[in-house]
């Protein structure tokens, strides 16, 4: 074997293309950096409980949109999650989903029933059913018997056909003792975006709401959470079968705050982190096809 000899012009060659591949993989390494808000939201300690309430109920896309929702769950990690089915039991399907997740211990399971008396009311008869009422206050008397007035928390209502950004939950955490939290959302009430309006010394005096704007809190219900103190405070917040459409969050505002209290966050409500997506429902007509025949393309399988 004859031995190696170096020019001291290969050694350098040799060192230049040693150092930019070492320039190259630290330069990679920092563009897969996490964001920020997932970085602070890893530290659990000193953070609020955020109770995030989810009514869900049985649909073709219920699977899909609750994957979704965990996701963001899975992301931040001392949100609470307590799913509550509009169904006489809680499902197989919400069980596997939640074991999958690896959110067994961090969440809980309801199901809570809307009584068949309410699901014909009301003047739209394409909105007969006000949803999420029942399962929304199941919730609700979940959090005041299992939680005390001296735990620090946040409550939040997390429909499962929303988008919500993980830095959302980071603006959740800044809710101060005895307030209501507000930001704006996207794509709802017929407007971009639904929001907050602020006076110069950053108080809220209204909203730019133009979908019944007369109502005394006219938001979404995806546009507050509630400091869980408030909730053992004042114990008759709660949802109404009585109130009509749109004015449930009115409803549980009016019991545990005034419009100057609110607390604007996300940038002085400046910055849009919730959007009012909503799934469009799927055509299955070829499957209703199968179905006549006594078939399904689905057998043994959970979609
Ligand atoms: C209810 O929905 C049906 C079918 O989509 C529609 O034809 C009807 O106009 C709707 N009724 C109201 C009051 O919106
Ligand atoms: C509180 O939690 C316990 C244990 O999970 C449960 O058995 C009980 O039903 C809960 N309370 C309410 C009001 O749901």
Redo the contacts with the bound molecule.
């Keep these: 074997m004859g031995e190696i000899h170096l020019r001291p012009r290969q050694i350098i060659i040799i060192v230049v293309i040693f150092v930019v591949i070492i320039l190259f993989i630290t330069n990679t390494r920092q563009n897969c950096e996490f964001p920020k808000y997932y970085r602070s939201s890893a530290r659990k300690d000193d953070l609020p409980t955020i109770f995030a309430i989810t009514p869900t109920y049985y649909r073709p896309v219920q699977k899909a949109e609750l994957t979704r929702l965990s996701h963001v769950v899975m992301l931040v990690p001392n949100v609470h999650w307590i799913i509550v089915e509009d169904a006489d039991h809680t499902s197989s399907l919400v069980t596997n989903l939640l074991q999958r997740a690896g959110l067994v211990e961090r969440s809980t399971q309801l199901s809570a029933k809307t009584p068949t008396q309410f699901k014909l009311q009301g003047?739209?008869?394409?909105?007969s059913k006000p949803r999420g009422v029942e399962q929304r206050n199941a919730a609700l008397r979940w959090i005041r018997e299992n939680t005390s007035k001296d735990d620090r928390g946040v409550v939040y209502f997390m429909d499962d056909d929303n988008a919500y950004s993980v830095e959302l939950f980071e603006e959740m955490n800044k809710i101060q003792a005895e307030r209501v939290g507000v930001w704006p959302v996207g794509l709802v009430g017929g407007l971009m975006v639904e929001k907050p309006i602020l006076n110069n010394e950053n108080i809220v005096t209204g909203f730019n709401a133009a979908w019944r704007p007369e109502r005394p809190f006219p938001l979404d219900m995806a546009g507050f959470a509630i400091s869980l103190d408030l909730l053992h405070k004042r114990p008759e917040a709660v949802f109404s079968f009585e109130v009509e459409r749109g004015y449930q969050e009115s409803e549980i505002l009016r019991h545990v705050t005034v419009l100057k209290e609110l607390q604007p966050l996300a940038n002085l409500c400046k910055e849009v982190l919730v959007w009012h997506t909503r799934t469009e429902k799927p055509k299955l007509t070829e499957e209703e096809k199968l179905r006549k025949a006594g078939k399904s393309s689905f057998d043994g399988i959970e979609v």
């Design positions: 003047k739209d008869p394409n909105w």
